[in-house]
């Protein structure tokens, strides 16, 4: 099919098709037309068929409805098109917190044939200028409230060529994207783009250290809209999503802005969300469905007792590896059984999980309807159930890396192989190990760190922790607990060794932390995620 892009740098820059994944379009809702914008189904669609009088999106003092968002991001295209000189497939850098304005963008570089590529609040110039230059990002969209890390980045990025501000008080509201908006007119025609034309960029959140950026097409936005939501989570339009991660994570960008708009549901966009603001949001909107990671929940589970006042009835977890322990605790204090889910950037969303009826302690979930999995060895070769090894998976996303030599370790003979060590059972229920180079192998005994953590959880003392591998002369490596402990408990040897006792009473005796070593804080990226490598680090 004929691509729209007259910019042709993302289609240039595609993997070589020996080393992208065999891509399955089993399902009847994966039968993609030739041409697709994926912002005329998640948003005008609504307003064509007579729903734009609904609520589509909410914020502290704002409500939009789906006839706002669309006249918005009409505008704000043709700012785009008119005043910023955008041609289909230019790179687009979006950089604001969650708010309404920054979907508005979203949209627009949709709609214009953009490639979005939505940016962490807290980067600084010099990740931005990373990012700006893998994707040689010609056009940008920012926040007025980060425009100072914004400015310096736009001096060392040669290809970025306009740059427009929003949400802007003062002298210089006057120049804002806002007043730009007001000139344009409410309607946009949406350019007709193939439905294999990039229209994200999405950078992975770094937990190794080394962010990498993955193309997404349109189709891909629309099979993750209609496979792991329908199936799994099946949300109805009289729905309200609310949650934390960032609208950049894709995890976020699914939960809290793809997934209620394909439903014709409300998106509640908090630009701060600390288990505070998130309770609070939760009851002042009548939120139904949270996304959070297991962090979150397990400081909100303190507020059961108000949670089970409000109409939740969802609760999603991902991002990292759910604790049996987190599960329990969220079932007793709010009556919800939490749904669990492995996502990746490389393949847009969750494609293992399951449902409330079918949750299993421990247990990451089955395979998503459209997608299939299995676990395989070093060799490539499927392993039998209860033998641990790489997570390999296929499905109607998958990896693709914007020209970068690291593709060719992800996509192994047609499967993404997605860096996680997994079990499955006899009855095809996939157990989460470890990541793959978080395996740590003690004195002949492999070990996850994840059972570890989930161990240590338990004890009333511990607030979070981590576990590592580290080098030892004797048994190849240790096994070693950072651990964050709660307000009260003194961090002396006496703590060690009930810590240890108490792993010991827990799981294998072997997995026990032979080293701990106790912190304020645990080193995580700003979607929450633990960055393990960090814990390497020299302190």
């Not at 000139?183 to 990039?198: E, I």
């Not at 209620?260 to 288990?275: C, F, H, I, Q, Y």
């Not at 998130?278 to 589970?301: H, K, N, Q, W």
């Not at 993404?416 to 190990?433: P, R, V």
């Amino acid at each position: 099919m004929y691509s729209a892009h007259l910019d042709t740098f993302a289609r240039d820059h595609l993997p070589p098709s020996e080393q992208q994944p065999e891509f399955l379009f089993d399902l009847p809702e994966l039968q993609f037309p030739e041409r697709l914008n994926c912002a005329t189904e998640l948003l005008d669609r609504h307003v064509a068929e007579g729903r734009g009088d609904r609520i589509c999106i909410r914020a502290p003092g704002v409500t939009w409805t789906y006839a706002d968002l669309q006249e918005r991001a009409n505008r704000i295209a043709n700012v785009l098109v008119r005043d910023m000189g955008l041609v289909p497939g230019n790179r687009v850098l979006l950089r604001a917190p969650n708010n309404p304005m920054l979907a508005a963008c979203w949209f627009a570089v949709i709609k214009a044939g953009g490639i979005t590529v939505t940016t962490m609040p807290l980067l600084r110039a010099k990740e931005l200028t990373a990012i700006l230059d893998i994707g040689q990002v010609t056009h940008a969209l920012c926040d007025a409230a980060l425009d100072e890390e914004m400015r310096l980045a736009a001096q060392h990025c040669p290809t970025l060529r306009a740059v427009q501000f929003f949400n802007q008080d003062g002298p210089d509201g006057p120049d804002g994207l806002e007043a730009a908006m007001a000139r344009m007119p409410a309607a946009f025609d949406n350019v007709d783009t193939a439905a294999d034309d990039t229209c994200i960029l999405g950078f992975t959140s770094g937990t190794t250290g080394v962010p990498k950026a993955t193309m997404h097409f349109h189709r891909d936005v629309m099979a993750v809209c209609d496979c792991w939501p329908k199936y799994v989570l099946r949300p109805t339009a009289d729905d309200v999503f609310i949650g934390s991660p960032p609208l950049a994570f894709t995890f976020g960008l699914g939960g809290l802005l793809l997934f209620p708009l394909r439903v014709g549901a409300t998106a509640v966009l908090l630009e701060k969300a600390s288990p505070a603001l998130l309770l609070e949001g939760i009851r002042d909107f009548g939120a139904t469905v949270v996304f959070t990671a297991p962090t979150s929940y397990r400081a909100l589970a303190a507020s059961g007792a108000e949670l089970r006042q409000t109409p939740l009835r969802k609760c999603v977890s991902a991002g990292e590896a759910l604790p049996a322990a987190t599960r329990a605790l969220w079932k007793e204090a709010t009556g919800i059984e939490m749904i669990d889910g492995i996502g990746a950037t490389e393949m847009l969303h969750i494609f293992i999980s399951h449902d409330e009826a079918a949750a299993r302690p421990g247990a990451t979930g089955t395979p998503v309807p459209g997608y299939r999995a299995k676990v395989v060895d070093d060799a490539g070769q499927e392993v039998p159930p209860g033998t641990v090894g790489k997570l390999a998976v296929q499905g109607p996303t998958g990896c693709r890396y914007l020209n970068d030599a690291r593709q060719k370790d992800y996509v192994k003979n047609g499967w993404n192989l997605t860096g996680d060590a997994y079990l499955m059972d006899a009855d095809g229920y996939f157990f989460y190990q470890a990541r793959t180079d978080d395996m740590i192998v003690s004195s002949g005994y492999n070990i996850a760190a994840p059972e570890v953590e989930d161990a240590l959880m338990q004890h009333p003392a511990v607030a979070e922790c981590a576990v590592i591998g580290v080098p030892d002369a004797q048994r190849g490596q240790i096994v070693k607990a950072f651990v964050v402990l709660h307000a009260g408990h003194a961090r002396d040897d006496a703590m060690v060794k009930t810590l240890q006792d108490f792993v010991k009473a827990t799981v294998a005796p072997y997995k026990y932390p032979r080293a701990v070593q106790f912190t304020d804080t645990l080193p995580r990226t700003q979607t929450g995620k633990l960055q393990r490598f960090r814990l390497h680090e020299p302190a």
